[in-house]
């Protein structure tokens, strides 16, 4: 696609529900990241893939937060058990290599629990 | 740690006027450093990038900024804003040793306000 896609654009979400969230990177991009951004915050790095693999996932906040990329491409970031903390925007990012390549952002999924 | 400090979370210019952007990071290893803004309802752009070299880069739509490593700096300028420069702004930090160049850490971002 033109660019990196975010699906859905907004998820009310009830406490204590599951919930998926989807990027389409842009097509051939190596590298997909994922990152969070509470309101009027910076965004905060969550986990990192190279194609399918999850090389880093240091930036999870919790172990109800799971990310896959099964086929190196589409990716999936999941919330078991949502609280209202993980209310916030979730950014998609990806790049072409894995080296100091230009990171493309998604328009994001604005998350709130109630 | 490494973090990124932004002066100001609103700044507010008469169009035409200077825009300076104020960020200060803290790391014991050297930086890439980054800014990005942010539209209304878009993914960040990248605006510009410094890795190594000419410490003052230069990125689109008119701006630029200065790596000053002896201040651990990297303000963001631009000589006459536009109306259509109204966003927020963001200053980012990777590790140039690091092994995922896309791992950044963020400041809280400067909204910039243009006014007629």
């Known amino acids: 696609g033109a660019g990196v896609s975010q699906s859905p654009r907004y998820k009310v979400a009830k406490r204590g529900q599951d919930v998926a969230l989807r990027c389409d990177p842009i097509s051939g991009h190596v590298s997909l990241f994922w990152y969070q951004q509470a309101l009027g915050q910076g965004p905060e790095f969550l986990t990192y893939f190279q194609n399918e693999a999850q090389l880093d996932k240091s930036g999870l906040p919790s172990d109800r937060f799971f990310a896959e990329r099964p086929e190196g491409s589409v990716s999936t970031l999941k919330i078991q058990r949502t609280q209202q903390e993980d209310s916030a925007v979730y950014l998609c990012a990806s790049s072409s290599g894995t080296g100091l390549g230009k990171l493309f952002f998604g328009s994001g999924t604005q998350l709130s629990v109630l | 740690a490494q973090s990124v400090t932004q002066l100001g979370s609103h700044v507010s210019v008469s169009e035409g006027a200077l825009v300076l952007l104020r960020c200060n990071y803290s790391?014991?290893?050297?930086?890439?450093l980054f800014w990005y803004v942010q539209y209304p309802n878009q993914g960040l752009q990248l605006l510009l990038k410094y890795t190594t070299g000419a410490t003052l880069v230069k990125g689109i739509n008119g701006f630029e900024a200065e790596f000053k490593k002896s201040e651990t700096s990297f303000h963001l300028t631009k000589p006459s804003a536009h109306m259509s420069d109204a966003a927020e702004y963001f200053c980012a930090y990777t590790n140039a040793g690091g092994t995922s160049y896309g791992k950044l850490t963020f400041g809280q971002g400067t909204i910039l306000t243009v006014h007629p």
């Open positions: 790391s014991s290893v050297p930086p890439y």
